[in-house]
């Protein structure tokens, strides 16, 4: 008879589950106990950059990622970050620990007396197994839940005193063992209806989403693309936490505005929006106006039948976007349309001291590696990094989807350990970097050789943009001067440089993707949006 700490290790083994990543406290020491060989524990400093550093894990892996934090307060610090990878669907599991179960009911210190409600809005499923027996099924049943399309986190909290108790093995073999697989195509007589309705339409338009990337389409959104000659655009960055499509390519357009008005402004024109592996769309700024264009009929197809009911118009299908794709892509002819015109090749503007961020980006294209992974949170320059990189290789882009701040760095260094063989540059505003500094002494105790790029405009840039916008005036706490995130990196143990000039950062930039451990360049650079 195994204990519970046996059957649910070897539960996280059976799912390669072996990468743990955590913020121990004595709720979670049973747990940690006898921490077997060939299990390895990532320390984070916060919850929250533990949980950032598990979602960039889980996506670059394509692993359902465990995460072990601390009773309430762990837990409470983390939220955000579970929030992010709500929005970016992680298939993270949850875990966290809790009082002995004498303890609960008399709610002895440290107590998580609601675990279950805490998390409840952001997670799939939120539990706390009723008897010791029962962890390893709980466990399994949050690792499948994840696991499922549209996939995220689980959440399960876990009595510190269940650890040592046995497990019958009739209660948990079976679940150690069995697999879930729930890739559903969508009904053959919708695909050949669509592809005909995408043969016959003048005037096409497919928007890519993140969940091409992540369902594995990439190259059949390509081929469909070029079959039907579609012009495509990229789903607003707000809410692409992954690219859809190669932004190099002749027939990509550009990234959707991600507002209401401007989106149909922009799509004016087209009598059939075919958008694949997203949420129709992760809005924001608010900017009414209609939602199509006149003569317009849109449809989406996504994993996610949230998405799918929550879309103001149009249809959808909810069916696996990969295997959607196949299946539209061998019914469609090919088409014989005008190829759009390509975009005009990136330029780098106009120099100025300190650079533009667009000047930075467009210098970071061009030392950035084919096998090169980038890992935005850089506000205001979101956009210009979209268009200085072109990026076009699948799983080289990574976005916080949900906006929390902190993903960035934290998600940066889980990229990296999931793909130890790419060299992976964080692109980060200095405000932005300060929600997670704490990764960077997990990335130099780990040696995890992120190239942190930090953007130093000693502002909250986007903010000021927003305050225009909103017609704020006088709004105070959007400054930032005297944020020195060199030194700070210096204290945490990563070589760091400031750079001032192109030829400065490139070589600063290319000793970061040659060297075997973190590095950290911080460039100042003008204030303002970037656009380009
Ligand atoms: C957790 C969290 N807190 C606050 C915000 C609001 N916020 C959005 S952008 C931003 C400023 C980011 O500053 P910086 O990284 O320097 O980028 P810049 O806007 O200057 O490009 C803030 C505070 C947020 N998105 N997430």
Not at 362 to 373: A, N, R, S, W, Y
């Amino acid at each position: 008879m195994a204990n519970v700490r046996e059957a649910s290790f070897e539960l996280f083994r059976e799912h390669g589950m072996t990468t743990i990543f955590g913020n121990p406290g004595s709720t979670e020491l049973p747990m940690l106990a006898e921490f077997p060989d060939d299990f390895r524990y990532i320390l984070g400093l916060q919850e929250a950059v533990v949980v950032g550093m598990a979602d960039g894990y889980a996506q670059a892996s394509g692993l359902t990622t465990h995460v072990n934090l601390h009773t309430a307060p762990g837990v409470g610090n983390a939220m955000g970050a579970i929030f992010n990878a709500q929005a970016n669907k992680s298939p993270l599991l949850v875990t966290a620990g809790q009082q002995v179960r004498a303890h609960i009911t008399i709610q002895a210190n440290l107590t998580n007396r609601d675990a279950i409600r805490v998390v409840d809005p952001f997670v799939k499923w939120s539990y706390e197994p009723p008897r010791a027996e029962d962890v390893p099924l709980a466990l399994a049943r949050g690792i499948h839940t994840a696991s499922l399309p549209p996939r995220g986190p689980a959440f399960v909290s876990l009595p510190m005193d269940d650890w040592t108790e046995e497990v019958p093995d009739s209660d948990y073999t079976h679940a150690v063992s069995r697999q879930t697989k729930a890739r559903a195509g969508a009904d053959p007589e919708i695909v050949a209806d669509l592809a005909k309705r995408l043969a016959d339409a003048k005037n096409p338009v497919l928007v890519a989403g993140p969940d091409i990337e992540a369902s594995g389409a990439w190259d059949t959104a390509v081929a469909l693309a070029e079959r039907q000659k579609l012009p495509v655009f990229a789903s607003p960055a707000t809410g692409g936490g992954r690219l859809g499509f190669p932004e190099g390519h002749p027939l990509f357009q550009g990234v959707l505005p991600p507002a209401i008005g401007p989106i149909t402004e922009t799509l004016k024109g087209r009598d059939l929006i075919l958008v694949v592996g997203s949420s129709v769309f992760p809005y924001y700024p608010y900017i009414p106006g209609p939602y199509l264009p006149e003569g317009a009929s849109l449809v989406a197809i996504t994993s996610d039948p949230d998405e799918a009911a929550r879309a103001p118009m149009g249809e959808s299908v909810v069916a696996d976007v990969a295997l959607t794709l196949q299946a539209l892509l061998d019914a469609v002819p090919e088409g014989n349309r005008a190829e759009p015109d390509p975009l005009p090749d990136p330029v780098p503007g106009e120099e100025t001291d300190p650079m533009t961020p667009t000047m930075v980006n467009h210098t970071l294209g061009e030392v950035f590696p084919d096998d090169g992974i980038v890992v935005l949170e850089a506000p205001s320059a979101t956009l210009s990094v979209r268009n200085q990189l072109r990026i076009s290789r699948p799983g080289s882009y990574f976005f916080g989807a949900g906006g929390g701040l902190g993903f960035g760095l934290s998600a940066a260094i889980g990229v990296q350990i999931a793909q130890p063989d790419r060299p992976v540059v964080c692109v980060l505003g200095e405000g932005s970097a300060q929600y997670a500094i704490s990764g960077l002494w997990t990335a130099a105790a780990y040696k995890v050789p992120v190239t942190f790029l930090v953007l130093r405009n000693e502002e909250y840039a986007i903010l000021k943009w927003f305050a225009e916008n909103e017609e704020v005036k006088g709004a105070p706490g959007l400054d930032l001067p005297a944020v020195d995130t060199a030194e700070i990196a210096d204290g945490y143990g990563i070589p760091s440089k400031r750079v001032s000039g192109r030829e400065e950062l490139r070589e600063a930039l290319r000793s970061g993707f040659e060297s075997e451990g973190p590095e950290l360049v911080e460039v100042p650079v003008a204030p303002g949006m970037a656009l380009f």
